[in-house]
C-alpha cells in the first residue's frame, strides 16, 4: 500500500513523465480515498500554470510599495 | 528556421535570462544576441525542443560572457534558505510523518485562479520561490517556465535523472507549502 508520501512523489512525476501501467493505478486507487491527495494534485497544477503565468521584472511593477 | 519560430522562443529565453541576469535591459541584450546567433547560423535543427535546448546553450554562454565582463559574481538563484545544508530529508520530514502520512494536509485552494490576476500574489510567489533551496528552485523554473524536458534538465544542471526527479518534486512540495501558509490561507475570500 503505497503512503501519501509516495503518492504525492507520483503526482509530482506525472507532470513530467506519462507513469507506468502500475503507477497510475495505485495513484487512482489512493485519489479515491484521500481527498488530501487530491487537493494536492489539483495544486500542483495551479503551480504549473502559475509558473506560466509568471514574470519577473513585470511583476515587480504590480507589487504594492 | 524563420523569425516567427524565433520570436516564439524568444520569451522563453527571456524567462531563462531574466532569473539569472536579474536585469531587464542586460538580459534583453543576451537574448537579441543569441537570437542574432541562431538566425546566423541557419536551419540545421527541425525539432522544436532541439532548437530550445540549442538556443539555451547559446544563451548560457552569452550570459557567462556578460559575467567576464562585468567581473562581478552573482550567486544565480540566490535563495535565503535557512535549510540549504541539509535540503534533502528536512523538507519531507515537515510534511511527512514517519509513516508517510501529510502532517499539515493540504487545505482546500478557493479559487485559485483568482490569485493569478493579483499583483500582490506574485509577489507571495516569487518569494516562495526565493525560499526554496537553489536547487529545487532552478529545477522548478527550468522545467515550468524555460519549459525544459526533465532529461534537459539533468544535463543542464548536471545531476543524475532521480536527483532532478526529487529537486522537482521538493519544489513542487515546498512552493505548495509556502503558497498555501502564506497566500491562500490568510488571503481566502468567503
Given at each position: 500500500m503505497k503512503t501519501c508520501k509516495d503518492i504525492s512523489g507520483l503526482l509530482s512525476e506525472s507532470m513530467d513523465r506519462p507513469l507506468k501501467w502500475r503507477e497510475h493505478w495505485a495513484v487512482r486507487l489512493h485519489l479515491l480515498m484521500c481527498r488530501h491527495c487530491s487537493r494536492f494534485q489539483q495544486q500542483v497544477h495551479f503551480l504549473r500554470k502559475a509558473a506560466k503565468h509568471y514574470y519577473p521584472n513585470e511583476n515587480d511593477k504590480n507589487l504594492p510599495s | 528556421m524563420d523569425k516567427n519560430q524565433l520570436n516564439d522562443h524568444r520569451t522563453v529565453l527571456l524567462r531563462y535570462a531574466l532569473l539569472q541576469l536579474h536585469d531587464e535591459a542586460v538580459a534583453e541584450d543576451a537574448v537579441q544576441e543569441t537570437l542574432l546567433a541562431a538566425l546566423q547560423a541557419?536551419?540545421?535543427?527541425?525539432s522544436e525542443s532541439a532548437v530550445r535546448t540549442w538556443l539555451i546553450g547559446i544563451l548560457k554562454h552569452k550570459i557567462a560572457d556578460h559575467y567576464r565582463a562585468a567581473e562581478r559574481h552573482y550567486s544565480l538563484g540566490?535563495?535565503?534558505?535557512?535549510?540549504k545544508d541539509d535540503p534533502n530529508t528536512a523538507l519531507e520530514q515537515l510534511i511527512f510523518d514517519g509513516k508517510g502520512h501529510w502532517i499539515g494536509a493540504p487545505s482546500a485552494w478557493n479559487n485559485?485562479?483568482?490569485?493569478?490576476?493579483?499583483g500582490e500574489f506574485w509577489g507571495i510567489f516569487e518569494w516562495c520561490q526565493k525560499n526554496l533551496s537553489e536547487q529545487h528552485a532552478r529545477a522548478f523554473m527550468l522545467r515550468?517556465?524555460?519549459?525544459?524536458e526533465t532529461e534537459e534538465i539533468c544535463q543542464d544542471m548536471n545531476v543524475s535523472h532521480s536527483a532532478c526527479r526529487v529537486y522537482l518534486h521538493r519544489a513542487r512540495l515546498g512552493l505548495r507549502e509556502c503558497l498555501e501558509q502564506r497566500w491562500f490561507n490568510t488571503k481566502r475570500k468567503s
Open positions: - | 541557419g536551419d540545421s535543427f527541425r540566490e535563495p535565503a534558505s535557512e535549510n485559485p485562479d483568482h490569485a493569478l490576476e493579483q515550468e517556465m524555460v519549459g525544459l
